[in-house]
Structure formats: structure tokens, C-alpha cells
């Protein structure tokens, strides 16, 4: 049985592929960017969840060390970004010691047409505000349940009710209008 | 009265940036990605960012940090009272010791140099980073002697210029940040 590929359209709609995508090479400044981002992204992950585990069971490098079988001082090197070539099963000890469950979510880049990433605008802003099934950007709590990753939290939905209130405000203010505050 | 305080913030920022004294930092955003927090520069550290006055990797975490904050994600802020000794060096920001309201620091672990921004929320995610400096227990950083406070008083100085009230700082410091963890 043929399989047909698929492709999303500049448009957001699916169809199949007519032709083969374009291929470039990343330059090494791309390269570089996107190592770190994810690195960045990877330590402020392990260092929060440190924070909480210090402040709930109370437990320092030396009990994730036990737990873990990872070397105290590697565990200190790893949370201080100064461990290079973290590995997988690295992290996953870690993380499991601080009694998380990592999980790698792979967003995907491809454009679909729902204007998330162009320049703000207010009515782009109030459009992401309630965050409902149905819209392609994913429900704000299946992400929270189902990955520890990049779980968003409830003050990250809070963060943006406040963006588009803010974007309102200056999309208001740069056509010379009142500040309409909605129920601030 | 919050409205008003959030009306005069906005536009005190507004004047710093088209007199050029604060740069609106914006990153490129990515599907799913919008702009959840704001940050803003002194032309100094936006420099710092976005010339190669650091080394690459170096550049490419604040950057990626930088980026962090704006896109809303998650930040560890060690308190300037914190009983949590082993944390201190560990955390995103730091809460600098002295009167309030609060003076923080964001730490950029090395390699070469551990570099240190420093800066003051003037609303909830809303952060002004205004200087830098390095240190290093590898030898000198080639930079001028890092004195924290000078830099206070530098950014204390910013403030009072700009008409940027102190009593619109959050304090205490856990009223600055969402999404972000207090130890």
C-alpha cells in the first residue's frame, strides 16, 4: 500500500506533498544558538525541580547522590551549567531522584497559519487568552498533565491573560486612545 | 491607584526608550511562543548581548536565557534571606542583600567568566537589567572590578534620572515573577 506524504501548507491546512521541501544547512551560529537553548532549557528544568526538592523533602546534592548513584560533585556541576556532554541517562537519574519524570516534547516549528510568533497585535492576544480545545496552539492543561518537560503551570496562564491585557493596552495607547483595562 | 501606577510605569519606560536610554529587548518567537514577560536593556548590556564582546557560548546563554524570561518559562530566585546555603549559587536570580526594595542579579555560569547582570523589576514580569560585571576565580576578567554597590547605585541613579518611582519595585521579591520558584 502506498503511503501519501502529508505537509502542512503555508496556509495551515493539511495536503499532500507536491514536491520535495527545500534543504538548508544550518550555519554553526544557528548551530550554536540551538544547543544552548535547549541546554538552557534542560538545567532550568533540573534547577527547579532541585528547588523544589529542597524545599519539600528537604534534600541536598548529597541524598540525590545516594538516590541516584550520580557523584555528588558531578550532580553540583551539572545544576551550576558547568557539565558539558550531559547525557540522557544522566538526566534521567537526576530528575527521577527529584522525583520528576522527564519526558522530551518536540514542538513542532512547521508554520500553520495561526499567527502564533508574528508580531502582536490585540487581537491576536485576546484570541490566546482562553486557551480552548479546538485551538491549535494545545490546551494549557493537557500540556500540564501530560509533559514534564515543558509542563506549562497556572501562572504561565496568568502570565498570559496579563500579555494580551498588556498588548491591549498598547495597541490602545499607540492609536493615541484611553488605556482600556479589562477588570484590572 | 493600580492602574494609575501601571499607567505611569508605562509611560516613565516609554520616555527611557525614546530618549535611548532602555532598549526593549524582543526575541524571535517560534510557533506556541509569545511574549509572556517584558525585559528591557540599558544600551550597555544590550551591547553585551548583541555584539561579540563575550565569548560565543557565553553570548548564546544569556541569549538563550534572555529568551527564557520573555517567553514566560520557569526561573529559580534565590532570596536575599534564604536559608537554603546550597542553593545560592544555583539559581537564575539572585536577590542581593541591602535595603530593599529589592536589587537582584542574574548569574551566567561560565565558561571563562561567571558574568552577572544586574537589575531591578519595575512591575510584576517586568524587568530592567541595567549593568554587568564579571567574576572569575580563574585569573582576571580584563573588566573593571566588580563592586556591587556601585552597580546599585548606578541603577538607583537610572531611577531617580527617568522619574521611575523606587515604591513601584514589587517587594517583596516573590511578587515579581510568575512562574518562577522562591527559595
Known sequence: ?184 | MVDAQLAATQAAIEAAIKSGALIHHRVALEEGEWEQRSLWLRPEVNDLVSTKKLDPDQRERVKAALRRFVIGGPFTVVKAGSPHGEASNLGDIKELQGPPPPFVELRFKPPKHQLRIFGRFIRKDGLILMSFGMKSRAGTTGMKPLLIPNERRRCDSFFSARSVKLEWVPNPIENSLSNATFV
Do not use: C, Y
Open chain 1, 1 to 184: 500500500m502506498m503511503v501519501e506524504r502529508t505537509q502542512l501548507s503555508a496556509s495551515g491546512t493539511e495536503g499532500p506533498a507536491k514536491e520535495k521541501a527545500p534543504v538548508s544547512e544550518m550555519s554553526n551560529d544557528r548551530k550554536l544558538e540551538v544547543v544552548v537553548q535547549l541546554t538552557d532549557d534542560v538545567l532550568a528544568k533540573l534547577t527547579s525541580a532541585f528547588f523544589e526538592v529542597m524545599s519539600k523533602e528537604k534534600w541536598g546534592k548529597r541524598d540525590l547522590a545516594l538516590i541516584s548513584g550520580l557523584n555528588e560533585t558531578a550532580i553540583g556541576h551539572i545544576l551550576a551549567g558547568r557539565r558539558k556532554n550531559l547525557t540522557i541517562e544522566t538526566i534521567a537519574l537526576l530528575a527521577r531522584s527529584m522525583l520528576k519524570r522527564p519526558e522530551l516534547v518536540l514542538h513542532d516549528t512547521r508554520p500553520k497559519g495561526n499567527r502564533a510568533g508574528l508580531p502582536s497585535s490585540a487581537a491576536v492576544a485576546l484570541e490566546r487568552t482562553p486557551p480552548q480545545a479546538g485551538n491549535l496552539i494545545r490546551p494549557l492543561t493537557t500540556i500540564h498533565s501530560s509533559s514534564a518537560a515543558t509542563a506549562l503551570t497556572e501562572s504561565q496562564e496568568h502570565l498570559r491573560k496579563n500579555s494580551a491585557l498588556e498588548v491591549l493596552e498598547r495597541s490602545a495607547g499607540e492609536q493615541g486612545g484611553l488605556i482600556q483595562k479589562m477588570g484590572r
